[in-house]
């Protein structure tokens, strides 16, 4: 496999207010800049008046539909254009454990464009970033750490029971990583959907690194396109046999889409030692270099023991 990756901007990357986000042309700037005024101003303002809603008076189901609104006003001022395929797999009065891939942020805003009422499980770390963290905890989504297996997993059975309850299906992102196709799925979701008794409904995402690539760059893209495929969904009692088959067929229709999907290249990426991942065994040359580079630095570590 070669990495994708776009192209650098031509022109130099201009950099908007915050920091976070980088563009190439001016008329980008002035796009991004525009967006950032909105979305940030009275749509962010929504977001809040639905967060603070009690659940007695329906907060939760005002924070799904405000969320899907800000996500929809998003995509369109940002000019992305998101192809949706499979629709017919989801019944709306189903409850369903999603998972999807995962390329950055950017793919939130195409899952909130399927007729599922989400509560998203993120990583702890997103509670302090800026804007999001605040809505994540506000709109009852779920925030965990993959390298604390076990209180991940107590977590999940807990909050995420609830949530089911509640009305919502529950969106994981099985590699726990957007470094690229490359990682492997971990067993927590297939697992969830068998203790919830609820189908697992498969979602491959591709596109969203070629919108935003934070943490990787803050290159920001506008006018860019997304590709979401919705496969059948596995029901629950047969999620955790068919994990590895689920998991072949995501990346065997992510790989063949258009936009193609993210690829991890360490030499560009880093080798992200602090996370939690393995790489799947079906990239055998890049799980070679990841444990060679691994057991390079274990030897490292005892030496200096």
Not at 94 to 112: C, I, K, P, Q
Request: charged share 25%; with cysteine.
């Amino acid at each position: 496999m070669t990495a994708d990756r776009p192209g650098s901007p031509a022109g130099g990357l201009r950099t908007l207010p915050g920091g976070y986000f980088a563009v190439g042309t001016a008329r980008e700037w002035v796009t991004a800049c525009a967006a950032i005024l909105i979305l940030c101003g009275p749509a962010r303002l929504l977001l809040r008046l639905a967060g603070a809603l009690p659940d007695r008076l329906h907060g939760r189901r005002a924070c799904r539909t405000a969320e899907r609104w800000w996500a929809r006003l998003a995509v369109r001022v940002i000019g992305l254009r998101i192809h949706i395929h499979g629709l017919e797999h989801i019944d709306r009065d189903e409850r369903y454990v999603v998972v999807s891939l995962h390329e950055g942020f950017a793919d939130g805003l195409a899952l909130l464009h399927l007729p599922l009422s989400l509560t998203a499980v993120a990583r702890d770390e997103l509670a302090t970033f800026p804007i999001l963290g605040g809505q994540l905890a506000r709109g009852r989504h779920l925030f965990i750490r993959p390298e604390k297996p076990l209180e991940t997993t107590r977590t999940l059975r807990r909050e995420a029971r609830a949530a089911v309850e509640a009305g919502d299906s529950i969106l994981l992102f099985p590699q726990g990583s957007i470094l690229g196709i490359e990682v492997a799925f971990q067993r927590g979701a297939f697992n969830l959907a068998g203790r919830l008794g609820r189908p697992l409904l498969p979602v491959v995402v591709t596109g969203g690194h070629r919108v935003w690539e934070h943490p990787f760059a803050p290159t920001l893209r506008t006018r860019q396109s997304m590709t979401v495929d919705v496969l059948p969904p596995v029901p629950p009692g047969e999620a955790g046999s068919l994990r590895e088959a689920t998991e072949r067929r995501m990346k065997q229709v992510a790989l063949a889409s258009a936009p193609p999907p993210r690829h991890f290249v360490p030499a560009r990426d880093g080798f992200w030692d602090d996370y939690r991942y393995e790489i799947d065994p079906a990239f055998p040359d890049l799980a070679r270099q990841v444990a060679t580079h691994r057991a390079a630095g274990s030897r490292e570590r005892q030496g200096r023991s």
